[in-house]
């Protein structure tokens, strides 16, 4: 559901406190919700049809914002034109700044059942089969465990 909600194979959200959002999200006329199954919502631009947001109905202090949607200059720093030059490649501009690293640098999978071999089964950090409230989280690759071995690896 997140791969098609965000069109990405790897969908990459980070959770903020609701409160800490200024302004609010649900004041913003175009911010618009949907009941996307019986524990959650999504929240998407009604102008322009961006996805947004991802909550959990018993979570609502808690609010997952899609990371494609912050600001380049936010994820990616300023652009520095008074250092910038030219080459055979093109007109580069380096950045100042930039929070891209620090708040897309994921600690946690979920829905590793779902995992692509070779493509998003060997992330770092925390993995769960699927949401956190199921089941133990891993380290390793949710391939790696053979039937019958998965208690024994759990938490690993």
Not at 3 to 30: D, M, V, W, Y
Not at 68 to 81: T, Y
């Amino acid at each position: 559901m997140c791969r098609k909600h965000t069109g990405s194979i790897l969908p990459q959200n980070c959770a903020f406190p609701t409160a800490n959002i200024s302004p609010p999200l649900k004041e913003n006329p175009a911010y618009k919700i949907y009941k996307s199954s019986s524990f959650a919502y999504r929240g998407f631009c009604g102008t322009c049809g961006s996805s947004l947001t991802f909550n959990y109905d018993k979570e609502p202090e808690q609010t997952e914002i899609n990371l494609g949607v912050i600001d380049e200059d936010i994820l990616c720093g300023k652009r520095d034109e008074t250092s910038a030059w030219d080459d055979e490649h093109g007109h580069h501009v380096p950045r100042v700044g930039g929070l891209g690293r620090e708040i897309c640098s994921a600690v946690q999978h979920i829905y590793m059942e779902n995992a692509i071999l070779g493509v998003t089964d060997d992330l770092p950090g925390n993995k769960w089969l699927t949401d956190r409230t199921e089941g133990k989280s891993f380290t390793r690759k949710p391939f790696d465990f053979k039937k019958g071995a998965w208690k024994a690896h759990a938490g690993s």
